[in-house]
Protein backbone atom coordinates (compact mmCIF):
# COMPACT_ATOMS: atom_id res chain seq x y z
CA UNK A 1 0.00 0.00 0.00
CA UNK A 2 1.33 3.27 -0.78
CA UNK A 3 1.47 6.02 1.48
CA UNK A 4 -0.38 8.74 1.06
CA UNK A 5 1.25 12.45 0.76
CA UNK A 6 0.96 15.32 2.60
CA UNK A 7 2.32 18.92 1.15
CA UNK A 8 1.50 19.15 -2.63
CA UNK A 9 4.66 18.84 -4.34
CA UNK A 10 5.53 22.04 -6.34
CA UNK A 11 4.03 25.85 -6.68
CA UNK A 12 0.07 25.11 -6.29
CA UNK A 13 -1.35 26.37 -9.68
CA UNK A 14 -4.97 24.87 -8.59
CA UNK A 15 -6.97 23.31 -6.32
CA UNK A 16 -4.64 19.83 -6.18
CA UNK A 17 -2.43 21.15 -8.61
CA UNK A 18 1.34 21.66 -8.00
CA UNK A 19 3.82 23.11 -11.00
CA UNK A 20 7.13 22.40 -11.42
CA UNK A 21 7.70 24.77 -14.29
CA UNK A 22 10.77 25.51 -16.55
CA UNK A 23 11.13 24.81 -19.90
CA UNK A 24 8.74 22.10 -19.47
CA UNK A 25 6.09 21.96 -17.29
CA UNK A 26 6.01 19.35 -15.02
CA UNK A 27 2.50 18.87 -12.68
CA UNK A 28 1.46 17.02 -9.96
CA UNK A 29 -2.08 16.25 -9.59
CA UNK A 30 -3.80 14.99 -6.15
CA UNK A 31 -7.20 12.86 -6.67
CA UNK A 32 -8.90 11.19 -3.75
CA UNK A 33 -5.52 10.63 -1.71
CA UNK A 34 -3.29 9.55 -4.56
CA UNK A 35 -0.70 11.62 -6.61
CA UNK A 36 0.00 11.87 -10.20
CA UNK A 37 2.64 13.24 -11.94
CA UNK A 38 1.74 14.93 -15.48
CA UNK A 39 4.98 14.56 -17.57
CA UNK A 40 8.66 14.20 -16.15
CA UNK A 41 10.62 16.69 -17.59
CA UNK A 42 14.04 16.30 -19.55
CA UNK A 43 15.83 13.61 -18.50
CA UNK A 44 17.60 16.13 -15.94
CA UNK A 45 13.86 17.20 -15.09
CA UNK A 46 13.75 14.36 -12.62
CA UNK A 47 16.35 16.38 -10.25
CA UNK A 48 13.84 19.24 -10.68
CA UNK A 49 11.06 16.76 -9.03
CA UNK A 50 13.21 14.98 -6.73
CA UNK A 51 13.66 18.73 -5.47
CA UNK A 52 10.07 19.71 -5.32
CA UNK A 53 9.37 16.52 -3.14
CA UNK A 54 11.82 17.33 -0.67
CA UNK A 55 10.64 20.79 -0.33
CA UNK A 56 6.85 19.39 0.39
CA UNK A 57 8.31 16.64 2.63
CA UNK A 58 6.26 14.29 0.16
CA UNK A 59 7.39 10.79 -0.68
CA UNK A 60 7.74 10.11 -4.60
CA UNK A 61 7.34 6.37 -4.00
CA UNK A 62 3.95 7.47 -3.12
CA UNK A 63 2.87 8.44 -6.42
CA UNK A 64 1.00 6.21 -7.96
CA UNK A 65 1.36 7.01 -11.99
CA UNK A 66 2.96 9.17 -14.02
CA UNK A 67 0.88 10.12 -16.65
CA UNK A 68 3.01 11.06 -19.83
CA UNK A 69 1.13 13.61 -22.21
CA UNK A 70 3.11 12.54 -24.80
CA UNK A 71 6.74 10.91 -25.91
CA UNK A 72 9.05 13.70 -26.59
CA UNK A 73 12.30 13.95 -24.27
CA UNK A 74 11.36 17.16 -22.61
CA UNK A 75 7.97 15.37 -21.65
CA UNK A 76 9.37 11.61 -20.99
CA UNK A 77 13.17 12.09 -20.25
CA UNK A 78 12.60 12.15 -16.68
CA UNK A 79 10.26 9.18 -16.21
CA UNK A 80 12.64 5.99 -16.61
CA UNK A 81 14.91 7.64 -13.37
CA UNK A 82 11.72 8.25 -11.57
CA UNK A 83 10.45 4.89 -12.05
CA UNK A 84 13.66 3.28 -11.43
CA UNK A 85 14.56 5.11 -8.10
CA UNK A 86 11.07 5.04 -6.63
CA UNK A 87 9.35 2.52 -8.78
CA UNK A 88 6.96 4.80 -10.02
CA UNK A 89 4.72 3.08 -12.97
CA UNK A 90 4.44 5.36 -16.26
CA UNK A 91 1.13 5.46 -18.31
CA UNK A 92 0.99 7.08 -21.54
CA UNK A 93 -1.25 6.71 -24.80
CA UNK A 94 -0.70 3.10 -26.78
CA UNK A 95 0.54 4.94 -29.99
CA UNK A 96 3.05 7.00 -28.21
CA UNK A 97 4.31 4.14 -26.20
CA UNK A 98 7.01 2.08 -28.57
CA UNK A 99 8.47 5.70 -28.59
CA UNK A 100 8.78 5.47 -24.53
CA UNK A 101 9.93 2.08 -23.86
CA UNK A 102 12.34 2.25 -27.10
CA UNK A 103 10.28 -0.51 -29.50
CA UNK A 104 10.49 2.50 -31.78
CA UNK A 105 12.74 5.45 -32.12
CA UNK A 106 12.31 8.53 -34.31
CA UNK A 107 15.83 10.21 -35.99
CA UNK A 108 15.47 13.34 -33.29
CA UNK A 109 14.52 11.35 -30.42
CA UNK A 110 18.13 9.62 -31.00
CA UNK A 111 19.88 12.52 -30.95
CA UNK A 112 18.07 14.07 -28.01
CA UNK A 113 18.17 11.12 -26.15
CA UNK A 114 21.93 11.77 -25.68
CA UNK A 115 21.33 15.28 -25.16
CA UNK A 116 19.10 14.96 -22.59
CA UNK A 117 20.51 12.07 -20.86
CA UNK A 118 17.43 10.36 -21.50
CA UNK A 119 16.64 6.61 -21.77
CA UNK A 120 13.25 4.36 -22.66
CA UNK A 121 11.59 3.20 -19.44
CA UNK A 122 8.98 0.79 -19.36
CA UNK A 123 4.96 1.78 -19.76
CA UNK A 124 3.23 -0.28 -17.31
CA UNK A 125 -0.28 1.42 -18.74
CA UNK A 126 -1.31 2.14 -22.38
CA UNK A 127 -4.23 4.43 -22.25
CA UNK A 128 -7.09 5.14 -25.24
CA UNK A 129 -9.24 7.36 -25.39
CA UNK A 130 -12.44 7.68 -22.75
CA UNK A 131 -10.24 5.97 -20.43
CA UNK A 132 -10.53 7.31 -16.53
CA UNK A 133 -7.37 7.26 -13.83
CA UNK A 134 -9.13 8.48 -11.64
CA UNK A 135 -11.24 11.55 -11.63
CA UNK A 136 -9.61 11.68 -15.17
CA UNK A 137 -10.56 11.68 -18.55
CA UNK A 138 -8.27 10.40 -21.10
CA UNK A 139 -8.47 11.98 -24.43
CA UNK A 140 -6.70 11.19 -27.37
CA UNK A 141 -6.02 14.30 -29.22
CA UNK A 142 -3.25 13.26 -31.96
CA UNK A 143 -1.00 15.21 -34.37
CA UNK A 144 1.68 16.37 -32.30
CA UNK A 145 2.55 12.94 -31.89
CA UNK A 146 0.15 9.71 -33.03
CA UNK A 147 -0.29 9.47 -29.29
CA UNK A 148 -0.70 12.60 -27.68
CA UNK A 149 -3.22 12.73 -25.12
CA UNK A 150 -4.99 15.14 -22.60
CA UNK A 151 -6.13 14.36 -19.31
CA UNK A 152 -9.49 15.66 -17.99
CA UNK A 153 -11.04 16.79 -14.67
CA UNK A 154 -14.41 17.68 -15.36
CA UNK A 155 -15.48 17.89 -11.67
CA UNK A 156 -12.64 21.06 -11.11
CA UNK A 157 -12.51 22.02 -14.63
CA UNK A 158 -8.88 21.23 -15.09
CA UNK A 159 -7.28 20.31 -18.41
CA UNK A 160 -3.86 19.26 -18.84
CA UNK A 161 -2.71 19.45 -22.73
CA UNK A 162 0.81 18.76 -22.80
CA UNK A 163 1.48 19.64 -26.46
CA UNK A 164 -1.50 19.51 -27.91
CA UNK A 165 -2.44 23.43 -27.11
CA UNK A 166 0.04 25.15 -25.37
CA UNK A 167 0.23 28.97 -24.04
CA UNK A 168 2.57 31.54 -25.52
CA UNK A 169 3.07 35.25 -24.76
CA UNK A 170 -1.05 35.54 -23.39
CA UNK A 171 -2.42 33.60 -26.35
CA UNK A 172 -3.13 29.94 -26.79
CA UNK A 173 -0.59 28.28 -29.58
CA UNK A 174 0.61 25.13 -31.10
CA UNK A 175 4.07 23.53 -30.06
CA UNK A 176 6.63 24.54 -32.86
CA UNK A 177 5.46 22.77 -35.44
CA UNK A 178 8.82 21.27 -36.52
CA UNK A 179 7.99 18.57 -33.96
CA UNK A 180 4.43 17.87 -35.06
CA UNK A 181 4.04 14.45 -36.75
CA UNK A 182 0.57 15.89 -38.31
CA UNK A 183 0.19 19.50 -38.43
CA UNK A 184 -3.09 19.02 -39.93
CA UNK A 185 -4.10 16.35 -37.34
CA UNK A 186 -3.24 18.40 -34.76
CA UNK A 187 -5.32 21.54 -35.75
CA UNK A 188 -7.99 19.10 -35.84
CA UNK A 189 -7.39 18.52 -32.49
CA UNK A 190 -7.98 21.37 -31.43
CA UNK A 191 -12.08 21.26 -31.93
CA UNK A 192 -12.03 18.41 -29.75
CA UNK A 193 -11.23 20.54 -26.40
CA UNK A 194 -13.51 22.90 -27.97
CA UNK A 195 -16.09 21.58 -26.33
CA UNK A 196 -14.53 20.77 -22.52
CA UNK A 197 -15.45 22.97 -19.88
CA UNK A 198 -12.16 24.14 -18.62
CA UNK A 199 -11.50 26.63 -15.63
CA UNK A 200 -8.02 25.87 -15.64
CA UNK A 201 -5.77 24.55 -19.19
CA UNK A 202 -2.20 23.68 -17.46
CA UNK A 203 -0.31 23.81 -20.75
CA UNK A 204 3.10 21.55 -21.63
CA UNK A 205 4.65 25.31 -22.35
CA UNK A 206 3.84 28.28 -21.14
CA UNK A 207 1.94 29.38 -17.87
CA UNK A 208 -1.40 28.23 -16.46
CA UNK A 209 -4.57 30.11 -18.46
CA UNK A 210 -7.36 30.84 -15.71
CA UNK A 211 -9.87 32.52 -17.62
CA UNK A 212 -11.06 32.61 -21.49
CA UNK A 213 -10.52 29.28 -22.10
CA UNK A 214 -12.63 28.74 -24.66
CA UNK A 215 -12.53 32.80 -26.30
CA UNK A 216 -8.66 31.78 -26.56
CA UNK A 217 -9.21 28.61 -27.97
CA UNK A 218 -11.82 29.69 -30.25
CA UNK A 219 -9.08 32.17 -31.49
CA UNK A 220 -6.39 29.83 -32.31
CA UNK A 221 -8.87 27.65 -34.20
CA UNK A 222 -9.79 30.68 -36.53
CA UNK A 223 -5.92 31.22 -36.50
CA UNK A 224 -4.43 27.85 -36.81
CA UNK A 225 -4.99 27.06 -40.55
CA UNK A 226 -3.27 30.32 -41.89
CA UNK A 227 -0.84 30.46 -39.26
CA UNK A 228 0.39 26.65 -39.16
CA UNK A 229 -0.83 24.71 -42.44
CA UNK A 230 1.43 25.51 -45.36
CA UNK A 231 -0.42 25.28 -48.45
CA UNK A 232 1.78 22.03 -49.56
CA UNK A 233 0.16 20.48 -46.06
CA UNK A 234 -3.80 21.14 -47.12
ZN1 LIG B 1 6.09 17.66 -27.80
ZN1 LIG C 1 7.03 19.91 -25.42
Known amino acids: MKSVPGKLPGFQVAEGVGRIGGFVNIYTYQDDGALYLIDAGFGRGARAITRAFRDADAQLEGVREILLTHHHLDHSGGAAYIHERFKVPVACHVED??????????????WMRLFAGS??????????????????????????????????DPAR?????????????????????????????????????????VEVLLPGHGVPVRNGYAAMLDDLIRRAPGEYLSDDSH
Request: no cysteine.
Open 97 to 110: APFVDGRDTLPISR
Open 119 to 152: RPVPVATTLKDGDRIGSLQVLHAPGHTPGSAVYY
Open 157 to 197: KLLFSGDVVVERKGKLALAPTRYAANVNQAVQSLARLRGLA
